[in-house]
């Protein structure tokens, strides 16, 4: 057959499922020549296809993350539980840190606000006002119940259409059920680990699935196995504060030229922290992320 260009949509044992452009998806291999070249095939991949069992070639990524491990990402949907596990903010943090140095948009969800009492709520979403602040677009939903889930659809498809989005985040925040929720795919869901508050990890290979509404340009979304821990590629104090968003006002005012934002007099970053400018939540996340930068530690 003529030689076809399609895109990875999944990758298991050397084995790689391609959806071609007429829609078709075909399970293919990849040729010898990438090893020598170095080149890993990933999720997202655009090849060319030319029907003998194997892609031959691989376009040039507009993007490319490592965890999860996909290309020409256009967003990524970054998943957290309101409640159970509660919110890890130091590692919502580092995820939004690698995105921003891939120059990857994120979508912040909490799902599981139904299990919320009306002061956690409040207290939650005191702190997720600095994300929105910050430039990063929030939700918060449930999928308890089919109103629920009709809400979340509601308000989540218009962002999906058109893109391809990796859902990502802990495991046990309800990724799957939420995919679930937005393109019935029947992904298997598990039970939360009572005795250590962590999900069970029932996505163990990342896949592209399709996104369809009537009259609407489709989407991919990609579910991904969950994780209780992210390295950042090394960064310097530099990048590290410049990957705040709120941030980067204050950066250049301070007295030294090489402050880190930490117990340096004449601070700005520091001055806009004390007076309410900078949320506390964020400033301490950077204060540990500082610390974690120069030991060379995971969360």
Known sequence: MDKQIGRIVAGIGGNYDVLLEDGTEVRLKARGLFRKQKLTPLLGDIVTVSGDGYFDSILDRKNESIRPAAANIDQMLVVFAARYPDPHFKLLDRFLIECDSRKIPCLIVFNKADLLSEEQKRRLMLVLKAYEEAGYPVELISTVDEEQALKAREILLPRLLGRLTIFAGPSGVGKSSLINTLIGAGQETGELSEKIARGKN??????????????????????????????MQQLSQEDLAKAYPE??????????????????????????????????????????LSGDLNQGRKS
Do not use: Q, W
């Not at 996104?211 to 579910?223: K, Q, R, S, Y």
């Not at 880190?260 to 204060?287: F, Q």
């Open 247 to 288: 941030f980067r006002p204050y950066l250049g005012l301070c007295r030294f030229t090489n402050c880190r934002h930490m117990r340096e007099e004449d601070c700005a970053v520091r001055g806009a922290a004390r007076e309410g400018k900078i949320s506390p939540v964020r400033y301490r996340n950077y204060l540990e």
């Open 202 to 231: 029932t996505t163990r290979h990342a896949r592209l699935l399709p996104l369809i509404a009537e009259g609407e340009v489709p989407g991919l979304i990609g579910d991904t196995p969950g994780f209780s821990s992210f390295y």
